[in-house]
């Protein structure tokens, strides 16, 4: 499964992405990639190119657990 986090850089959203990214290590072993993106406000997060959590839909950040969980649902079905 290869997951990614866009971030918006000018937002400072970086240490979210980080804690998120360190929670979907620890909970499967492997290290999303972190996005910089330019985009005012993004918060993005894909696995195998599909979103499972964008901030502009939901107007929230996702809890670490809800994007863990979100994951190992995925990973079960697969």
Do not use: W
Request: proline residues 4%.
């Amino acid at each position: 499964m290869q997951i990614s986090i866009e971030y918006c850089g000018t937002c400072n959203y970086r240490p979210i992405a980080a804690a998120l990214s360190l929670a979907i290590q620890e909970a499967f072993g492997f290290k999303p990639l972190l996005v910089h993106s330019s985009k005012i406000g993004a918060f993005e997060v894909t696995a195998d190119g599909e979103s499972i959590f964008s901030k502009a839909d939901t107007g929230v950040f996702p809890s670490k657990e809800v994007i863990v969980d979100i994951l190992r649902k995925r990973r079960d079905a697969g």
